[in-house]
């Protein structure tokens, strides 16, 4: 029998990445072919990081915001995915070539260990911040996140993992794995971002950076440097069911504005896609029960092998217009949970994130409704903290004045509302190849 082949894993805090999340997962992609796992963790980002992500990855995962809980979230085993040894790594580092040989033979030696570290300005002062950053490590056994740390599944877990703190946590963790060895400190470089030093100022940032290592040091308020630092506290978790309106998977019945385009199987095809990435993206928003309302109704052999593999509690949407379905979806949640607010959305806007859904859910709390507007003069959500029948009355749908007149509905009953950010559906093959291209970065 041959032995088993190494396995790393490749664990990504992200928060708010944007675009240039697409080019630096496509440039992992090499170590997925040679079987590393890309593990993402997204700290409720509410820009285009999570659908940006979906393609590039092995997991996509989300948990609330801080880069410890982000990366011990990641670190965790699955019933697929067991790994020998992990590698935290910054969405803004780039690694050297050789980083997999180098990581498996470094840890035939030590436990743990972290690369040498390049920042990516040409200015002479970042030549020798890199190399104080490098020397003092080397010195003292104190890794941080920006050296791209690695270490053996079972040490890391030995060492409790990252203490769930705003700042400093990469140097408590290596404080944890000195008891273990001193690290393994790579020659090879990887390559960082310079932003942080120069969005502050160069000295300004350096002289902040060691007075808050020294104020650590001396026992200050892990909570206290961060603030310092420029963190802002993760916001507080809010609960929210959520009800998904569907269309079953069915060709000529499934995105039939995209059939010109696609053709009818392709189109149906990409129906099913959107369910299960709208469910995806709910269940990891982590925030209540989800209930799916299938049309024509919940009888599709797709809807009940989602009930029967992944317990999705699917039920009939009703007959009626666009605003009649939704509200007997409404009437059916106050009925049975007054007190939790409900979140309603379709499966048209793929760029819909956890995040977003988080936001809404917070936005309920101090609002009677909340809105994400659609590019085209509709809504992607409605959020409700407690029954509007007069939101689902009255408007013109699929027509791009459905928003306005949901929010003079709101406004006529005193109602407050929060508005966030606007999101696109995908309703035209325009909107198709937009979504082809922001996933390829073509």
């Given at each position: 029998?041959s032995p088993?082949r190494?396995?790393?894993?490749v664990v990504i805090p992200?928060?708010?990445e944007?675009?240039?999340?697409t080019?630096?997962?496509k440039?992992l992609?090499?170590?997925?072919k040679?079987?590393?796992?890309?593990?993402?963790?997204?700290?409720?980002?509410?820009?285009e990081?999570?659908?940006?992500?979906?393609?590039?990855?092995?997991?996509?995962?989300?948990?609330?915001?801080?880069?410890?809980?982000?990366?011990n979230?990641?670190a965790?085993?699955?019933?697929q995915s067991q790994?020998?040894?992990?590698?935290f790594?910054?969405?803004?580092?780039?690694l050297?070539g050789?980083?997999?040989?180098a990581?498996?033979q470094?840890?035939?030696?030590r436990?743990?260990?972290?690369?040498?570290v390049?920042?990516?300005?040409?200015?002479p002062?970042?030549?020798?911040?890199?190399?104080m950053?490098?020397?003092r490590?080397?010195?003292?056994?104190?890794a941080?996140g920006?050296?791209a740390m690695f270490?053996?599944?079972d040490?890391f877990?030995?060492?409790?993992?990252?203490?769930e703190q705003?700042?400093?946590?990469?140097?408590?963790l290596s404080?944890s794995?000195?008891?273990?060895?001193?690290?393994?400190?790579?020659r090879?470089?990887?390559?960082t971002?310079?932003?942080?030093w120069?969005k502050?100022?160069?000295?300004?940032?350096?002289?902040?950076?060691?007075?808050?290592?020294?104020?650590?040091?001396?026992?200050?308020?892990?909570a206290?440097l961060a603030?310092?630092?420029g963190y802002?506290?993760?916001?507080?978790a809010?609960p929210?069911a959520?009800?998904?309106?569907?269309?079953?998977?069915?060709?000529?019945?499934a995105?039939?504005?995209?059939?010109?385009?696609?053709?009818?199987w392709?189109?149906?095809r990409a129906?099913?896609?959107?369910i299960a990435?709208?469910?995806c993206t709910?269940q990891?928003?982590?925030?209540?029960?989800?209930t799916l309302?299938?049309?024509p109704?919940?009888q599709h052999?797709y809807?009940?092998?989602?009930?029967?593999?992944?317990?999705?509690?699917?039920?009939?949407?009703?007959?009626?217009?666009l605003?009649?379905?939704?509200?007997?979806?409404?009437?059916?949640h106050?009925a049975?949970?007054?007190?939790?607010?409900?979140?309603?959305i379709g499966?048209?806007?793929?760029?819909?994130?956890p995040?977003?859904l988080?936001?809404?859910?917070r936005g309920?709390l101090?609002h009677?409704?909340?809105?994400?507007?659609?590019?085209?003069?509709g809504?992607?959500?409605?959020g409700?903290?407690?029954?509007i029948?007069?939101?689902?009355s009255?408007?013109?749908?699929?027509?791009?004045s459905?928003?306005?007149?949901t929010?003079?509905r709101?406004?006529?009953?005193?109602?407050?509302?929060?508005?966030l950010?606007m999101?696109?559906?995908?309703?035209e093959?325009?909107?198709?190849?937009r979504?082809?291209t922001?996933?390829?970065?073509?």
């Amino acid at each position: 029998m041959s032995p088993r082949r190494f396995k790393l894993r490749v664990v990504i805090p992200v928060l708010n990445e944007g675009a240039a999340l697409t080019e630096r997962l496509k440039a992992l992609q090499g170590l997925r072919k040679q079987g590393v796992e890309l593990v993402l963790v997204d700290g409720g980002s509410q820009d285009e990081s999570w659908v940006r992500a979906q393609p590039w990855v092995d997991r996509l995962l989300c948990t609330p915001s801080g880069r410890a809980r982000q990366m011990n979230a990641g670190a965790v085993d699955t019933a697929q995915s067991q790994a020998d040894a992990l590698l935290f790594l910054h969405a803004d580092t780039v690694l050297p070539g050789d980083a997999l040989s180098a990581i498996s033979q470094a840890l035939q030696d030590r436990p743990w260990g972290r690369f040498d570290v390049q920042l990516d300005s040409p200015e002479p002062p970042f030549r020798m911040i890199e190399t104080m950053m490098n020397l003092r490590s080397r010195l003292t056994g104190i890794a941080t996140g920006d050296q791209a740390m690695f270490a053996r599944t079972d040490a890391f877990r030995a060492a409790g993992g990252f203490p769930e703190q705003p700042l400093m946590e990469d140097v408590e963790l290596s404080k944890s794995l000195l008891k273990q060895s001193r690290p393994a400190c790579l020659r090879q470089r990887v390559r960082t971002s310079a932003r942080k030093w120069e969005k502050g100022g160069v000295w300004r940032t350096v002289f902040l950076m060691w007075r808050l290592r020294w104020a650590y040091f001396f026992g200050a308020s892990p909570a206290e440097l961060a603030l310092a630092y420029g963190y802002r506290a993760s916001p507080h978790a809010a609960p929210a069911a959520i009800a998904i309106l569907a269309k079953a998977p069915v060709p000529g019945m499934a995105k039939t504005r995209l059939i010109p385009a696609l053709g009818a199987w392709a189109a149906a095809r990409a129906q099913r896609q959107f369910i299960a990435q709208t469910l995806c993206t709910a269940q990891q928003a982590n925030l209540s029960d989800i209930t799916l309302w299938c049309a024509p109704n919940a009888q599709h052999r797709y809807f009940r092998a989602l009930q029967m593999h992944q317990g999705i509690a699917c039920l009939n949407q009703p007959d009626g217009d666009l605003g009649e379905r939704m509200q007997r979806c409404a009437e059916h949640h106050f009925a049975r949970r007054s007190g939790i607010p409900l979140l309603i959305i379709g499966t048209d806007c793929p760029v819909l994130s956890p995040g977003h859904l988080q936001e809404a859910a917070r936005g309920l709390l101090q609002h009677d409704a909340c809105l994400i507007p659609a590019e085209d003069g509709g809504y992607v959500l409605l959020g409700l903290r407690k029954m509007i029948p007069e939101v689902f009355s009255d408007i013109a749908w699929s027509t791009d004045s459905v928003l306005r007149q949901t929010q003079e509905r709101l406004t006529q009953v005193g109602a407050s509302v929060a508005l966030l950010p606007m999101l696109w559906d995908i309703d035209e093959p325009a909107d198709w190849q937009r979504w082809q291209t922001m996933r390829s970065n073509a």
